[in-house]
T-cell receptor, first 116, second 112 residues
Framework: GAVVSQHPSRVICKSGTSVKIECRSL??????MFWYRQFPKQSLMLMAT?????????EQGVEKDKFLINHASLTLSTLTVTSAHPEDSSFYIC????????????FGEGSWLTVV | ELKVEQNPLFLSMQEGKNYTIYCNYS?????LYWYRQDPGKSLESLFV?????AVKQEGRLMASLDTKARLSTLHITAAVHDLSATYFC????????????FGKGTKLTVNP
């Protein structure tokens, strides 16, 4: 079946540094991917829509300069958390659906970010 | 603005019992998803409901959708311990956009 893979699964970084999280669709092409954030024991919140070959669109309240999204190919989107702070510590999850096959949304395994 | 409400948020039940989780949403949508999340893990897709009156069943779980009432239910039949997890419903923000608004989740604990 289709698989969406994220890397790294866990990362610890120091305050003020930047960290990149990758989201790959392994056996299908995805023109659109989505990034969600989940704080401990809370629900998932949509952060942004990653569009292949164009700028990402961000949800209200999400700082686009802090959360940089690049969707350089049909199988890869990256989320870079810049100048990370402890409050950015969270579980980041991406999702994707097959191009031309809507309603089938696949979620990545998620990436735990801890900023110390 | 689309809002999705689940209840209950916490559910403790005994093995063998039945129970229903409710998911209400505030604006019209015809795409509703149910997911399961185990601690520290990502989401596992359970059901996709695409039309009014849709009913889907898998094992001990059955989901239904009433778009007129803006209500979906996830019914658990004869619960077993392995069903212990957090269950989320999610609604497509704008017909087919694939942007999902999630409920707060229902943490289900099934006790032996």
């Amino acid at each position: 079946g289709a698989v969406v893979s994220q890397h790294p699964s866990r990362v610890i970084c120091k305050s003020g540094t930047s960290v990149k999280i990758e989201c790959r669709s392994l056996d299908f092409q995805a023109t659109t991917m989505f990034w969600y954030r989940q704080f401990p024991k809370q629900s998932l919140m949509l952060m942004a829509t990653s569009n292949e070959g164009s700028k990402a669109t961000y949800e209200q309240g999400v700082e686009k300069d802090k959360f940089l999204i690049n969707h350089a190919s049909l199988t890869l989107s990256t989320l870079t958390v810049t100048s990370a702070h402890p409050e950015d510590s969270s579980f980041y999850i991406c999702s994707a659906s097959r191009t031309g096959l809507k309603n089938t949304i696949y979620f990545g395994e998620g990436s735990w970010l801890t900023v110390v | 603005e689309l809002k999705v409400e689940q209840n209950p948020l916490f559910l403790s039940m005994q093995e063998g019992k039945n129970y229903t989780i409710y998911c209400n949403y505030s604006t019209t949508s015809d795409r509703l998803y149910w997911y399961r999340q185990d601690p520290g893990k990502s989401l596992e897709s359970l059901f996709v409901l695409l039309s009014n009156g849709a009913v889907k069943q898998e094992g001990r779980l059955m989901a239904s959708l009433d778009t007129k009432a803006r209500l979906s239910t996830l019914h658990i039949t004869a619960a077993v311990h392995d069903l212990s997890a957090t269950y989320f419903c999610a609604v497509d923000k704008k017909g087919g956009s694939e942007k999902l608004v999630f409920g707060k989740g229902t943490k289900l604990t099934v006790n032996p």
